[in-house]
């Protein structure tokens, strides 16, 4: 099968999983001889990946004079994302192009218990003895920086911390076991968790989820600000920040995209796919904070990566991976 058809397969049927990426996170990258780099356009989710030229072409050569220089300038990096044939480049290009050929990046919840708990560097060195741990950096350039200058950097399983795996492999077919192995190492570490259904029903100008796990947010104030306040992986922050928890009518006054309406629910105020989305990424912070809970503890952002993101362009982001 031509290569880019495969990975297309490959990018629907980890889209489709939602214990592994939500929303419009995650991406998937193939290195090709020409010096071309293909990669998942922004604001594409994986599963809109079907065919080959529903992936950005990316010429690497900038990209690599870039990055070998000491202190690349942000600005300078942010101006290679151009779009390509109307495609515009995932603003994680960067790291892509410091990798090997093929390069498969997940928010998987169980990797993502060990990479957002207090101890998980600890545990991935026991669980995950060959993989390279990244500190905490912002999405984007900062990330790519971080990945590039990493100690130990010679290996094809990065752990990004409060953030997601990234698998690398010459081919695709390698990467694709690679990626499902780390990710049944690390579900078998942490034990396995549901991913919940979700209810949907519209109320009023909104759209309301009920699920099981996000339900108990909408019967405790605190535990709702807990959830909404506390950032286990950048997502999280990025869809939720300022979303207000209050009475159904406040939720709705507030204008707000996302809302805690106490005794109703998660309140959506968009179209259906986007509700979707947020509701998936609510529900994976919920199930990755409860998992990193069972292994001693989540750490959350810090106000300084928070402010980072704020400080990012975080339109942008919020419709990349
Ligand atoms: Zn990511």
């Known amino acids: ?21 939500q929303g419009a996170g995650g991406n998937i990258s193939l290195k090709q001889d020409d010096d071309a780099l293909y990669i998942k356009p922004s604001g594409r989710t994986l599963s809109d990946m079907h065919e080959p030229a529903d992936m950005v072409r990316i010429d690497m050569a900038p990209f690599r004079s870039l990055y070998t220089q000491v202190k690349p300038d942000a ?19 960067a790291f892509h192009t410091l990798m090997g050929r093929v390069v498969i990046h997940t928010h998987p919840v169980y990797v993502n218990a060990i990479t957002c708990c207090v101890a998980g560097q600890h545990i991935a060195r026991s669980v995950f003895p060959e993989a390279t741990w990244v500190p905490y950096a912002t999405p984007g ?31 695709i077919d390698e990467c694709l076991t690679l990626h499902d192995d780390v990710i049944r190492r690390a579900e078998e570490y942490t034990g ?23 339900r108990r947010y909408a019967a405790d104030a605190n535990a709702a600000e807990t959830l909404l306040r506390n950032h286990p992986f950048p997502d999280s922050f990025v869809f939720t920040d300022g979303a207000p928890v209050g009475t159904f009518d406040d939720i709705i006054v507030s204008g707000a995209p996302v809302g805690l309406a106490l005794g109703v629910g998660m309140c959506y105020r968009t179209d259906a796919k986007k509700a979707a989305d947020y509701n998936d990424i609510l529900t994976a912070s919920h199930l990755v904070r409860t998992l990193a809970d069972t292994l001693g503890g989540a750490r959350y952002l810090a106000p300084q990566h928070l402010a980072a993101l704020r400080m990012s362009d975080a339109e942008r982001y919020r419709r990349d991976g």
Not at 1 to 21: P, Y
Not at 79 to 87: F, M, R
């Open 192 to 214: 396995r968790i549901e991913w919940p259904a979700t209810l949907w029903r519209r109320r009023e100008h909104a759209i309301v989820a009920d699920n099981p796990v996000l």
């Open 141 to 171: 350039h900062d990330l790519a920086l971080e990945v590039r200058d990493v100690p130990g950097r010679q290996t094809n399983v990065y752990l990004f911390q409060n953030h997601g795996l990234t698998v690398v492999a010459d081919t």
């Open 75 to 93: 600005a300078a990096a942010a101006a290679l994302l151009v779009p390509n044939q109307g495609l515009r480049p995932s603003m994680e290009t």
């Open 1 to 21: 099968m031509n290569e880019l058809k495969h990975i297309c397969t490959i990018a629907q049927s980890l889209g489709r999983r939602k214990d592994i990426v």
